[in-house]
């Protein structure tokens, strides 16, 4: 693998592949507050995490956080192992207060695609929630989004809704003779980002710490970032890492 880890922002500036700027979005968002489904446990706690998910063609994109959850469970070892257990899924009900409401997982391609989607936590309880499918439904207003214990049993939910605000789409082109080319869409909601997206043709086989890689620990390697300027042309204009210094991230 190339030393070189490269820096691929999804807007106004990086290394690699950049946008001018976000357009009105094609794709479209839904969102969801996460609530605990145990009645006592929804009056004691606050609401677990918050979601978005964007659905472009046959492909539907979740991502979000959780928070409180059982802690240190890894979704590929015995912890998750019962049906369902920490499961991730949208569901074809109207509701989250009973299993009637929420109904079953929600999909019309020819075998389940929710049964190998799962979450993991730190040691505070808290996950990444991720999936990309094709689920085969692209109208997920008022369905229920839901979460599993590490035995399977459903123990939040959410209902989404869709957005038609706060939501800017970019297509990215390449940089410096590269062959780099995707689209992403970001929504914005009181002070959050949720951003999904796309790219061809990087570089193969890249593996982030996270996955137990080690290809991605230079500065920016592997990166995904908004930047503060106003255009790609060098680095001048696409500005730093946009952020607010006194909210202290």
Not at 141 to 146: E, L
Not at 167 to 185: F, Y
Not at 205 to 223: F, R
């Amino acid at each position: 693998m190339s030393p070189r880890n490269r820096h691929c922002s999804f807007v106004m500036g990086f290394w690699l592949v950049c946008s001018m700027g976000m357009a009105s979005a094609a794709t479209t968002v839904f969102h969801t507050e996460l609530g605990w489904i145990d009645p006592d446990r929804e009056t004691s706690d606050a609401g677990v995490g918050e979601v978005a998910v964007f659905v472009q063609g046959e492909m539907v994109t979740g991502i979000g956080f959780a928070s409180d959850l059982e802690a240190r469970l890894h979704r590929n070892s015995y912890d998750c192992k019962a049906g369902g257990g920490c499961g991730i899924s949208i569901a074809d009900g109207t509701g989250c207060e009973t299993a009637r409401d929420r109904g079953s997982p929600l999909y019309s391609v020819s075998s389940d695609p929710w049964e190998k989607v799962r979450y993991q936590t730190d040691t505070l309880g808290n996950a990444e929630l991720f999936f990309r499918l094709n689920i085969g439904v692209s109208d997920l207003g008022g369905k229920p989004y839901i979460l599993h214990a590490s035995d399977g049993s459903p123990i939040a939910c959410g209902i989404l809704a869709l957005q038609a605000s706060g939501v800017q789409e970019a297509t990215l082109a390449a940089l410096a003779g590269e062959d780099v080319s995707g689209l992403v869409t970001v929504y914005q909601r009181e002070g959050l980002i949720f951003g999904a997206g796309f790219a061809t043709n990087l570089e193969p086989s890249i593996k982030h710490e996270d996955i137990g890689g080690t290809d991605c620990t230079a500065t920016n390697g592997c990166g995904a970032h908004i930047h503060s300027g106003k255009a790609c042309t060098d680095s001048a204009s696409q500005g730093g890492h946009l952020y607010d210094v006194s909210k202290g991230f």
